[in-house]
C-alpha cells in the first residue's frame, strides 16, 4: 500500500449510516402520518396515561365535530368531557393491559356542530408500544355507523308496528300461514266479532279445522289461488256462513286477501282484513222498504220535510214546505224569508223560544200561524231534532212540517161550542180527548175508538193503560201527573196500540182551559199519527251517522291503499294492455282497408293514435317491468355473464346494425344472479347509449370489469370493508350535467323532451331496482357532448 493514501475512518462510517437510518424512520413516520390523514376512517394517536392527543385526521375531527385547533395538542378529555365516562375506563384498561380493544355500535352521547347527538361507532382502540416493549400511547380507528344503527333499529320498529296494527286495527285481521292456511294471528274484532272465539282456541290450527263450514263456500278456492298467483283479491258485501259457539250465522262482508312475501318472493302467507257491513247491507234494504213507504206517508198527510244548517242557516227542504206558505212547491225560500212569513204575534212568543229551547233540550217543536203572499192567515205544525257534531256543539236540524189549519180552527170550534166540538171531534182524523180538573179523561172521540177497537165502556175503564205502549207508560204517566199538578201543558211523543196490535207514534198535547179566575176548568187534548215523520226523523239521523262512520272508514282504508299501489301497478298493468293491443289493431285495419276513404287530416289522426298507444303500451310494459323488479320471485341461478351479454346484443342486434355501433366488452365474471332481471339491466342501460347519440355519429359503447374496494367508490351507500366487483358501461354519446345524476333513476324523471329522445322515463329506475335486488350499487357519470358511464357495483361473496 502507498504510504500516501489516506486510511477509511470507522467512527465517520457509522455516523454516516446512522443518519441513513433516522432519516429513513423519519420518512416512515412521515409516510404513516400522511396516509393517516387521508384514511377515510376516523384515526386519532393518543398519548401516556392522560391520554394526549398528539394528531388526527379529518375524518375523525369530522366524526367528533371538533377543528384540529380544538382536539390537536390537547389532553383527550377536555377537549371531549362529554365522552370521559364512557370511553376512559376502557383506554386506560388498554394502556395497563396491552390488549386491543373492539367496539361494534357503541352508543355515546356527543356534543358537535352545536347540538347533543346520539351516535354509534365501530372502533378499535390498538396500543402502540416503543421499541423497548413499553406501552407509550393508542391509535384509534373509528368509523361511525350512526345511520346503520338506527335503520335497523326504524326496521325493527316497523316489524312491531305491523304486528301492532294488525291486533289494534278496528277492522277485522287475520294472518294465515303456508297452503294449509294455518291460523298464525287474529285481532280481537276478527276473534269477537265475526268468529266468536278466543285466539288460544284457533292459533296454530288449520282454517278448516276450525271452520269446516267454509269447505262448501267459495273462500278456500279464493285463498288458494292469491296463494299460488301472489295476487291480491278484493270483494264487497259477500255472503259468509260462519258456525260459532251461538250457532250458523250470516253475515255480508267486505274483505281483501292480500299475499304476504318473503325475502326470496315466494308467498309465505295471506293477511285477511274483514269489514262486517251487514247492517249497512240490511239497513239499506230497510232505507229502501222505508223510502217508498215515507213517499206514500208524505203524500198522504202533506207532510213537508226541512234540513237546516245550524252554522250558516242554510235550509235544504221538499217542495210541499214552499206550498206551506202560499208558494208554488218549486219557490227558493230562504230561512229568514221563511221566518218573516210567521205572525208577528207567534215569532218571538212561539217560533223563537221554541227555537231556544230546542238547543237545550234537542227537540223542537212549536204551532203558529203563518201568513200567506195573499195575507190569510194558516197554521203550522212543526217537529224536528237536533243532530250534534262529535264535540256536541249542534250542527243540524231535521224536521217536518205540516199545515194544521183545520186542526186549530176546529180547536177553537171546540172552545166555542162544547156540542160542536164534540160533533167536529167526531169528524176528525185525530185523536180527540177531554179530561175533567182532575185530570180524569172523560171523553174520547170516533178515531180513538175506530183505532182502538174498544168499545166506550173498555176505554174509559182502563183509559191509556190498554194502549199506550208498556215501555212509554210510565214516563206517560209521570208527566201526565205533572201537568195535572202544575196547570202546564201536557205534550208527549209516545207509541198507541192498534187494534191489530201494531204499535204507531202519536204526538199528544193536551192544554189546560181556564175559568176568568184562571183554575182549570178542564183539559183538551189531542193525538196526531206521527209514525212515518218520527221513523223518517230517526231513520235520517241514523242515516248521518252510518255515513259519518262509512267516512271514517274510508280515512282508514287510504292509509292501506297507498300500501297496495305498487301491487296495483302490477295489476293494472296486465288489464291495460289488451284495450291498447286493440287500439292499435283496429287503427292499422282501418289505414289498410279504409286508406282511400280517409283525408289526409284523418290519417293523420289514425298515425297519432297508432304513435299515443305505442308510447302508452311501451309506458305499461316499463311499469310492469318495475312492478315485477319490487314484487317477483327472486330465483338466483350461477350465470356466466358473457352469456347473458350475448343474448341481450342478439336482440338488440338491428338496432346495433341499424346505427352502425361498436360494443366491445372485456370477459364478464360468473356469479349467482336474478337471469332475467340482469337481461333487462344489460338491455335498458346498452339501449339508452344507443337512444341518445349525437347525430351523425356511430355509437362506441365500451364495458370494462373488475374489482374495486367499498371505501374507493364514491358513494355513501357503499361498505368501506367491502369489496365488489364493478361493471361499467361508458359511451360516447350527448352524455348529462352531473348536477341530475339523482333524477335519472327517479321513475318518469326524464332530462329531455319525448319530441327529441323517445322513452318513458323508467328504465334506468328499473335498472336501479334490479341492482338493489342484488345488493349492489348503481352509479353514473357524465359530461355533456362527450358521453356517459353507468356503473354497477355487487358484493363479492
Request: contains cysteine; aromatic residues 10%.
Amino acid at each position: 500500500m502507498n504510504e500516501s493514501t489516506e486510511l477509511p475512518n470507522p467512527g465517520s462510517y457509522f455516523d454516516h449510516q446512522a443518519d441513513r437510518n433516522k432519516k429513513q424512520s423519519s420518512d416512515s413516520e412521515s409516510r404513516f402520518r400522511d396516509t393517516m390523514k387521508q384514511a377515510p376512517v376516523g384515526m386519532v394517536i393518543l398519548r401516556g396515561e392522560d391520554f394526549f392527543v398528539e394528531m388526527a385526521n379529518d375524518s375523525y375531527l369530522n366524526i367528533v365535530g371538533r377543528t384540529e385547533e380544538e382536539l390537536v395538542g390537547r389532553l383527550l378529555f377536555d377537549a371531549l368531557p362529554e365522552v370521559r365516562e364512557y370511553v376512559k375506563p376502557v383506554l386506560t384498561k388498554v394502556l395497563q393491559t396491552g390488549e386491543p380493544f373492539h367496539g361494534n355500535e357503541f352508543e355515546v352521547t356527543l356534543n358537535r356542530f352545536g347540538k347533543k347527538e346520539l351516535c354509534y361507532f365501530n372502533f378499535v382502540y390498538q396500543p402502540l408500544a416503543e421499541t423497548s416493549g413499553e406501552l407509550s400511547g393508542i391509535i384509534v380507528v373509528a368509523t361511525e355507523v350512526t345511520q346503520q344503527v338506527l335503520s335497523k333499529q326504524a326496521l325493527q320498529r316497523s316489524e312491531n308496528q305491523f304486528r301492532s296494527l294488525v291486533t289494534q286495527s278496528q277492522f277485522a285481521k287475520a294472518i294465515f300461514k303456508g297452503e294449509d292456511f294455518v291460523i298464525s294471528l287474529a285481532n280481537e274484532a276478527m276473534l269477537k266479532n265475526l268468529w266468536r272465539r278466543t285466539l288460544d282456541e284457533v292459533a296454530g290450527r288449520k282454517l278448516l279445522d276450525v271452520f269446516p263450514e267454509l269447505q262448501q263456500q267459495k273462500f278456500i278456492t279464493i285463498l288458494k289461488n292469491v296463494y299460488e298467483t301472489g295476487t291480491i283479491h278484493r270483494e264487497n258485501e259477500a255472503l259468509a256462513q260462519v258456525d260459532g259457539p251461538d250457532g250458523m250465522r250470516t253475515f255480508y262482508l267486505d274483505y281483501q286477501y292480500a299475499p304476504i312475501f318473503e325475502e326470496e318472493g315466494k308467498v309465505s302467507a295471506i293477511m285477511v282484513s274483514v269489514n262486517d257491513v251487514t247492517e249497512k247491507v240490511k239497513f239499506r234494504q230497510q232505507i229502501s222498504e222505508a223510502a217508498d213507504r215515507l213517499s206514500l206517508a208524505t203524500d198522504g198527510t202533506k207532510l213537508a220535510t226541512w234540513d237546516l244548517n245550524l252554522q250558516t242557516r242554510d235550509i235544504i227542504y221538499s217542495g210541499r214546505l214552499a206550498t206551506l206558505f202560499g208558494y208554488d212547491e218549486n219557490k227558493l225560500l230562504t230561512h229568514a224569508e221563511l221566518r218573516d212569513h210567521v205572525h208577528p204575534d207567534d215569532r218571538h212568543s212561539i217560533v223563537e223560544k221554541a227555537f231556544e229551547l230546542a238547543l237545550e233540550t234537542g227537540t223542537y217543536y212549536y204551532e203558529a200561524r203563518v201568513i200567506h203572499p195573499d195575507k190569510s192567515i194558516h197554521w203550522i205544525r212543526t217537529q224536528g231534532k237536533i243532530l250534534y257534531r262529535d264535540d256536541r256543539v249542534p250542527h243540524r236540524m231535521l224536521g217536518t212540517m205540516m199545515d194544521i189549519t183545520d186542526r186549530k180552527e176546529s180547536e177553537l170550534a171546540i172552545k166555542t161550542s162544547e156540542g160542536k166540538f164534540r160533533t167536529l171531534a167526531d169528524s176528525m182524523p185525530q185523536f180527540v180527548w177531554t179530561g175533567d180538573r182532575e185530570g180524569n179523561l172523560n171523553y174520547f172521540n170516533k178515531s180513538v175508538y175506530d183505532y182502538t177497537g174498544l168499545t166506550p165502556a173498555e176505554m174509559h175503564k182502563h183509559l191509556w193503560r190498554h194502549i199506550v205502549h208498556p215501555e212509554d207508560l210510565k214516563e206517560n204517566t209521570r208527566l201526565w201527573n205533572i201537568s195535572i199538578e202544575n196547570g202546564t201543558d201536557f205534550v208527549r211523543e209516545h207509541r198507541l196500540r192498534r187494534f191489530d196490535g201494531e204499535f204507531r207514534w202519536k204526538l199528544s198535547r193536551a192544554i189546560p182551559q181556564r175559568n176568568p179566575d184562571g183554575t182549570i176548568n178542564m183539559w183538551v187534548g189531542t193525538s196526531t199519527d206521527i209514525h212515518e215523520s218520527k221513523l223518517f226523523i230517526d231513520e235520517l239521523e241514523t242515516k248521518v251517522q252510518l255515513r259519518t262512520k262509512e267516512l271514517t272508514i274510508a280515512n282508514s282504508e287510504l292509509v292501506r291503499t297507498n300500501m297496495e299501489l305498487a301491487q296495483f301497478a302490477y295489476v293494472a298493468s296486465h288489464d291495460l294492455q289488451e284495450p291498447l293491443r286493440k287500439i292499435q289493431t283496429f287503427a292499422t285495419r282501418i289505414l289498410e282497408t279504409e286508406n282511400d276513404k280517409l283525408s289526409e287530416k284523418g290519417k293523420d289522426y289514425f298515425s297519432r293514435m297508432q304513435a299515443s298507444s305505442t308510447r302508452m303500451q311501451q309506458l305499461i310494459v316499463d311499469l310492469l317491468a318495475f312492478s315485477r323488479a319490487n314484487a317477483v320471485e327472486k330465483h338466483f341461478e350461477r350465470t356466466d355473464l358473457n352469456e347473458i351479454l350475448k343474448v341481450v346484443k342478439e336482440q338488440l342486434g338491428e338496432v346495433i346494425s341499424q346505427r352502425n355501433a361498436v360494443i366491445t366488452s372485456e370477459l364478464l365474471s360468473t356469479r349467482d344472479v336474478i337471469v332475467y332481471q340482469f337481461e333487462q339491466l344489460f338491455t335498458n342501460i346498452i339501449a339508452n347509449s344507443l337512444k341518445f347519440v349525437k347525430p351523425g355519429q356511430a355509437p362506441l359503447i365500451e364495458i370494462k370489469t373488475g374489482r374495486i374496494a367499498g371505501q374507493s367508490i364514491a358513494l355513501s351507500e357503499a361498505d368501506p370493508g367491502q369489496t365488489y366487483t364493478y361493471i361499467s358501461f361508458s359511451d360516447n354519446g350527448i352524455g348529462f350535467d352531473e348536477q341530475f345524476k339523482d333524477r335519472i333513476f327517479q321513475v318518469f324523471q326524464r332530462l329531455h323532451n319525448r319530441s327529441a329522445y323517445d322513452g318513458t322515463g323508467i328504465g334506468l329506475a328499473i335498472c336501479k331496482k334490479i341492482v338493489e335486488n342484488h345488493k349492489g350499487l348503481l352509479d353514473a357519470t357524465g359530461q355533456p357532448g362527450i358521453g356517459a358511464s353507468f356503473i354497477i357495483y355487487l358484493p363479492e361473496a
